[in-house]
Structure formats: C-alpha cells, structure tokens
C-alpha cells in the first residue's frame, strides 16, 4: 500500500467524520431550538393546557 494514498485517505476520513458529526451537532441544535421555542409559543397562547 501506498503511503501517499494512505495519509490522504485517513485525512478523507478524519474530515469526513468531523464533518458529519458537526452536521449532526447543527441539526440537533436547531430542531431543539425550534422544539424550545414551539413549547414557548405554546405556553404563551394557552397558559396551562393540561388542566
């Protein structure tokens, strides 16, 4: 095996890997920012819709 291809295929992997992991850290991110908000809006509008 090449060395060469070796180092850039680990680098390929490393930033893929990071990169993915950040997209998954931005979208949990923002659909618990939107979950926070919706529960806020709706705490708003209805104050106690449990009773």
Known sequence: M???LLTLSSIFLAV???TAIDG???VSG???IMFCLSIIGES???PDPHR
Do not use: A, K, T
């Open 2 to 4: 090449n060395i060469y």
């Open 16 to 18: 893929g890997v990071l």
């Open 24 to 26: 998954i850290v931005l």
């Open 30 to 32: 923002m659909s618990g």
């Open 44 to 46: 708003i509008r209805n």
